[in-house]
C-alpha cells in the first residue's frame, strides 16, 4: 500500500533505542515512496567506526556533537528518517526536524525496550556511564514527548502494523 504524501515530505522517527526506529522505518518508507534514512548509520560512516567505539574512545557528549552535526547537514527531503534516540537533547535538531515534518515517536514500555537491548548490549547508547537503561529511559521519555508531533505505540504489533499506525496516525 503506497500512500501519496501531500503536506509534507519528511517523516522522522524518534524514541529510545531498541524500539524499532530503523526497523519500522524501513516498512513506512516502502509504503509512503520515500528514501529511508538511518541517521545511526550516516553517523558511523562519517566516523568511519560504530556508535559503541565513538562511545568507547571519544565519550557521549562526544557522540551527541557528531549526531546533532549530521542531522543539521544531511538532506532530509523525501525521507523517512530514523534517528538516533539521543536526537531530542538538541533542540536546534528537533527544530529542524519538525520544519520538515512530523516527528513520530514510537513508544514503547521499558520492560520491552529491556528485553529488546539484551539481544544486543553494544548500542552505543550516548548517555553518561553513571546511568542506567532505566535513567536514561526516565530522563528521555519526557524529551520525547515534548518534541513528538505524534505518538505511535511500538508495542502494538510487529513492524508493519505500527508502520500502519504511523500512516494512521498521520491521516494518509
Request: glycine share 8%.
Given at each position: 500500500?503506497?500512500?501519496?504524501?501531500?503536506?509534507?515530505?519528511?517523516?522522522?522517527?524518534?524514541?529510545?533505542?531498541?524500539?524499532?526506529?530503523?526497523?519500522?522505518?524501513?516498512?513506512?518508507?516502502?509504503?509512503?515512496?520515500?528514501?529511508?534514512?538511518d541517521?545511526?548509520?550516516?553517523?558511523?560512516t562519517?566516523?568511519?567506526?560504530?556508535?559503541?567505539?565513538?562511545?568507547?574512545?571519544?565519550?557521549?557528549?562526544?557522540?551527541?556533537?557528531?549526531?546533532?552535526?549530521?542531522?543539521?547537514?544531511v538532506?532530509?527531503?523525501?525521507?523517512?528518517?530514523?534517528?538516533?534516540?539521543?536526537?531530542?537533547y538538541?533542540?536546534?535538531?528537533?527544530?529542524?526536524?519538525?520544519q520538515?515534518?512530523?516527528?513520530?515517536?514510537?513508544?514503547?514500555?521499558?520492560?520491552?525496550?529491556?528485553?529488546?537491548?539484551?539481544?544486543?548490549?553494544?548500542?552505543?547508547?550516548a548517555?553518561?556511564?553513571?546511568?542506567?537503561?532505566?535513567?536514561?529511559?526516565?530522563?528521555?521519555?519526557?524529551?520525547?514527548?515534548?518534541?513528538?508531533?505524534?505518538?505511535?505505540?511500538?508495542?502494538?504489533?510487529?513492524?508493519?502494523?505500527?508502520?500502519?499506525?504511523?500512516?494512521?496516525?498521520?491521516?494518509?
Amino acid at each position: 500500500m503506497n500512500v501519496p504524501l501531500t503536506t509534507f515530505h519528511t517523516v522522522s522517527l524518534i524514541g529510545m533505542p531498541g524500539v524499532g526506529k530503523s526497523t519500522v522505518g524501513v516498512i513506512l518508507a516502502k509504503r509512503l515512496g520515500l528514501e529511508f534514512s538511518d541517521t545511526d548509520i550516516d553517523i558511523q560512516t562519517r566516523e568511519g567506526r560504530t556508535l559503541q567505539e565513538i562511545v568507547d574512545s571519544d565519550g557521549h557528549l562526544y557522540l551527541r556533537e557528531v549526531e546533532e552535526q549530521v542531522l543539521l547537514e544531511v538532506p532530509l527531503e523525501d525521507k523517512v528518517a530514523a534517528t538516533g534516540g539521543s536526537v531530542i537533547y538538541s533542540a536546534r535538531t528537533m527544530t529542524r526536524l519538525a520544519q520538515a515534518g512530523p516527528v513520530v515517536y514510537l513508544r514503547a514500555d521499558l520492560e520491552t525496550l529491556k528485553e529488546r537491548m539484551a539481544t544486543n548490549p553494544e548500542r552505543g547508547i550516548a548517555s553518561g556511564p553513571e546511568l542506567d537503561f532505566e535513567d536514561i529511559y526516565n530522563e528521555r521519555t519526557p524529551l520525547y514527548q515534548r518534541y513528538a508531533s505524534h505518538v505511535v505505540d511500538a508495542t502494538s504489533g510487529n513492524a508493519d502494523t505500527v508502520a500502519t499506525l504511523i500512516v494512521q496516525a498521520l491521516h494518509l
